[in-house]
């Protein structure tokens, strides 16, 4: 069956079978980005609510930790995975998957994967389709964004995860009476004992919780180091993440180049960055670009002081001055700055971590925003629109 007579014949699907729970399928990277935590989140909560029944697909890359599939696994989490070596492949055996799970609805998540997800929905002939966008930039061709764009004629809601990303989609050109935003959200639990902490007795160090790509600006960062180490500032540096060991290997190049290798260290995945931000005054986040930034939320939440990069999504979380402070992009002096204020004025710091702690557990809760999925979700089945 082609793709177009899929989909116009999607609709037509059998009704789901009476007394079984809707069937959810959430489809994203294997590369452990931030769109995969909030997928596994949302099956997660699926799972707690018991509104839906969920299954997570994973799509393999050569940085997928199976350790990490281990864990979901032992969990009890139900979680596939499919090829990523080539793009057919992976919508093949996605479409396998979807007629023997029989999902109800099809949640891909992130570039490109939400292609390849609805093509797979499509053959599949699954009823909903949503694609869920994590970032206000990517590498949108021509020929990609016409696939979106024919994909989203076809797609019953397209979410972006913070209103920049949604609006950067509606730039795209998707329809905007599909197009909404849903914020992501974090697990507070794991920060509540950031009382315990007091801010003036942590330890005046930096973290940036981030995987080393592309996307992440590190190299802004230790240059900002380096002018503070010209003002007699030498605060420790915590670099948790992996990624790609290409980019690991120009930042650890250029932390040496800059004399850095006393202030800095490199984490790699760190199994406990919750204790690791509330034992320390500041997180951070330098990057390029960004959707909704789930590192930057979880530091507030621990109580540190929140520094960013001035860019969508980043920009929707600091509130400027009030809950943390945003830096120009890709601009060492201006961090400096930033840093250099925060370090030497500590009253400043620990009134900016309050109010950053404060809109962490009111605003971006994990339970807030699996109410709004699990929402969309319900009128989708009800009556086929967001």
Not at 41 to 63: N, T
Not at 269 to 277: A, E, F, Q, S, T
Request: a positive charge; one cysteine or more; aromatic letters at 6%.
């Amino acid at each position: 069956m082609s793709l177009s007579n899929a989909a116009s014949t999607r609709d037509s699907s059998p009704v789901r079978a009476a007394g079984r729970k809707p069937r959810v399928l959430h489809f994203v990277t294997g590369g452990f980005s931030g769109a995969t935590q909030v997928a596994v989140d949302l099956v997660r909560g699926h799972r707690a609510s018991g509104q839906f029944e969920p299954l997570l697909v994973l799509r393999r890359k050569r940085q997928t930790d199976p350790a990490r599939v281990d864990a979901l696994v032992q969990e009890g989490l139900r979680v596939e995975l499919v090829p990523g070596w080539a793009h057919l492949v992976t919508v093949m055996q996605l479409v396998h998957i979807c007629r023997r799970f029989r999902p109800d609805i099809l949640v891909a998540h992130g570039f490109s994967e939400h292609l390849w997800g609805r093509y797979a929905g499509l053959i599949a002939q699954v009823p909903h389709l949503v694609h869920v966008e994590h970032n206000s930039r990517e590498r949108y061709t021509w020929s990609r964004t016409r696939q979106m764009l024919w994909l989203a004629e076809r797609t019953d809601a397209i979410v972006g995860c913070s209103e920049g990303v949604r609006q950067a989609l509606l730039a795209r050109g998707t329809p905007p009476g599909k197009t909404i935003a849903i914020s992501n959200g974090i697990r507070t639990a794991p920060f509540d004992s950031a009382i315990d902490h007091p801010w003036r007795e942590r330890i005046p160090g930096i973290v940036m919780a981030a995987r080393f790509a592309r996307q992440k600006d590190h190299t802004t960062l230790l240059k900002a180091i380096a002018l503070l180490r010209e003002r007699g500032l030498r605060p420790p540096v915590k670099l948790a993440g992996g990624g790609k060991a290409s980019a690991q290997d120009h930042a650890r190049q250029l932390s040496a180049q800059l004399g850095l290798g006393d202030q800095v260290e490199f984490l790699g995945h760190h199994k406990d960055v919750p204790g690791l931000l509330m034992a320390h005054q500041i997180c951070l986040l330098s990057t390029h670009y960004e959707g909704m930034p789930l590192s930057l939320i979880e530091g507030m939440a621990a109580g540190c002081t929140a520094i960013g990069t001035r860019a969508p999504g980043v920009q929707e979380v600091i509130d400027d001055e009030r809950n943390g402070l945003l830096v120009a992009h890709a601009d060492p002096q201006s961090l400096a700055d930033a840093l250099a204020r925060v370090l030497t004025q500590p009253a400043e710091g620990e009134r900016l971590a309050a109010a950053g702690r404060e809109d962490a557990y009111t605003r971006y809760t994990l339970e807030r925003m699996i109410g709004n999925y699990e929402a969309l979700f319900g009128h989708l089945l009800a009556a086929g629109t967001p």
